[in-house]
């Protein structure tokens, strides 16, 4: 496919996540805060060469749900400092040339925002019906059979007014009523909000989930339940084809569009929404047929995947036929909801993982602490925080979220020493796995991740290029990169624990190596087990 006609900084660039409570903590309380990233944003910018930064929930909230549950959309919480902070973030950001993304929750609130509570005033409050209120049924239970993401019903009675209110998540995260016009214009006005201050862009949470069946209808039973990773027997025991998803998302996600490409500044600004869809005709809709719904839907293909090649590709080829004309793919390996890479694929593989999500063609995104192998932690009961997790033992994701580990210093230099403790335990593989340490060893993840990151600024056909996957055989996986007016680039990836040949066709020196004793070299006959190259 060709390149974007008009391409801007988040087709070229790199997004980088960062979730506020593990990066970096100024205050010594044990949780990061906004003058914690402020102080790190060199690492971002000079250190690792990431082009934006994609901030989790900040904003005012219990903390239920770690931010996900929303008190107050246009305030930052106090535990992560206040608005002056962020605005000097901002604008510190921007001095050095990094753009700033934020996460818009527009599914649900806290229980605690204004808003709920004068929703649950009674039935004849004026924002009763900002809410997904209703009746019980028949026998007296929930109004329909939806399950909650943490388990359970996703409805819960409210004995005052006699009503059940809707919830996808946990209870004190009540579901926004987007088919009330009010509704969606106090979210619009949240939007315009943190765009008056500076935000280049949104990633919307659980996008796909505000437009739910009007009629509220069942979902289905479905064929094969499926029982894995963050997706309980209870949850995919139903199509969940009513409670999310339904066709009235797309004027919902035109209008969102129009509001953030209309801001009167003019900046080039981007939207990529949450939306966990594997059939590829379903999940290109969300572009918009005339590209006027999101800037991009996230493309988490490579969580189902793993390094399956064969599974990569079809991955690859189905989001490319998918797309409509223009529009740009994304790709993600990890984020604050996933297993670590490191703890999916272990150590060598997790490397020829870096080669890929930062050589294929679209927008990668890296998560924080992925880019030095973080690994996910075991924690124990006692200091478990996730409410997944301690709803439902086996689907915590505190193990992904521990502190960033900076140093070998006391609390791995994410706290000040005299630190108490962190909200999360440090990793004890800090003293050997931090960023100082791995700076200065040539070997290691972050100094791939560098020179991966170089090589795609100095060369655009890695940020625009077109992509023709090789051969008929899925291992090893090869990739040509290919743009008019610059040369080739191959990619090559032997994704097993096997020795394998290298295709004939792979030819010229090798720029980026897994292996970095082959860098500046010719192309090898074979690659190693998990070894893989950038050419060109």
């Not at 949450?274 to 969580?303: C, K, T």
């Amino acid at each position: 496919m060709a390149p974007p006609s008009h391409p801007t900084w988040w087709h070229t660039g790199v997004i980088y996540q960062i979730y506020p409570r593990s990066w970096a903590d100024a205050d010594g309380d044990g949780v990061g805060d906004l003058q914690g990233i402020i102080s790190r944003l060199d690492y971002l910018s000079e250190t690792l060469g990431v082009d934006s930064l994609w901030l989790s929930p900040f904003y005012r909230s219990p903390q239920a749900d770690f931010g996900y549950d929303v008190a107050d959309h246009c305030e930052v919480d106090p535990m992560f400092g206040t608005m002056e902070d962020f605005d000097r973030l901002v604008a510190e950001a921007h001095r050095r040339g990094l753009r700033v993304i934020v996460d818009f929750v527009p599914n649900h609130t806290s229980d605690r925002h204004p808003w709920f509570f004068e929703s649950r005033t009674g039935r004849n409050s004026p924002r009763r019906d900002w809410y997904v209120w209703r009746d019980p049924a028949p026998d007296g239970g929930p109004p329909n059979n939806w399950v909650s993401h943490f388990g359970g019903s996703a409805w819960t009675f409210d004995e005052a007014s006699g009503q059940y209110y809707l919830h996808l998540f946990l209870a004190e995260q009540p579901d926004l009523n987007w088919r009330n016009p009010e509704v969606e214009r106090a979210m619009h006005d949240v939007l315009r909000f943190w765009m008056d201050r500076g935000v280049d862009g949104f990633r919307i949470d659980v996008a796909h989930a505000i437009a739910k069946d009007p009629l509220l209808r069942d979902n289905p039973p479905a064929p094969v339940p499926d029982d894995g990773y963050k997706i309980s027997a209870e949850f995919s025991s139903q199509r969940h084809v009513h409670d999310m998803a339904d066709p009235d998302i797309h004027p919902m996600f035109r209008k969102i569009r129009r509001v953030v490409d209309g801001h009167p500044d003019g900046r080039d600004r981007y939207t990529v929404g949450e939306i966990h869809e594997f059939d590829w005709e379903r999940w290109a809709s969300y572009y918009g047929e005339a590209l006027d719904e999101l800037h991009q839907p996230y493309n988490f293909a490579l969580l189902l995947t793993g390094l399956d090649p064969a599974k990569i590709r079809w991955a690859i080829e189905g989001v490319e036929t998918a797309m409509p004309p223009g529009a740009w793919p994304n790709w993600v390996l990890g984020n604050h909801d996933e297993p670590r890479i490191v703890t999916r694929f272990g150590w060598e593989a997790s490397k020829a993982a870096a080669v890929l999500l930062l050589t294929l063609r679209g927008t990668p995104t890296i998560y924080q602490g992925d880019e030095i192998g973080m690994e996910d932690l075991d924690i124990p009961p006692e200091r478990q925080q996730d409410p997944w997790g301690r709803r439902m033992p086996g689907f915590g994701r505190d193990g992904c979220r521990t502190p960033m580990q900076w140093s070998e210093g006391e609390h791995a230099g994410f706290s000040p020493p005299d630190t108490p403790s962190t909200w999360l335990p440090v990793h004890p593989d800090y003293p050997r796995r931090n960023v100082a340490s791995e700076l200065a060893d040539p070997d290691s993840h972050l100094s791939l991740y560098r020179r991966l990151l170089a090589l795609r600024r100095s060369r655009p056909v890695l940020q625009l290029g077109d992509i023709e996957l090789a051969g008929e055989e899925p291992n090893p996986l090869a990739y040509r990169r290919i743009l008019a007016g610059e040369d080739d680039l191959w990619v090559v990836l032997n994704l097993s624990d096997d020795a394998v040949a290298v295709p004939a066709a792979v030819a010229g020196r090798v720029l980026v190596g897994t292996d970095r004793g082959r860098e500046g070299g010719p192309v090898p006959d074979t690659l190693g087990p998990w070894e893989a190259l950038v050419v060109g």
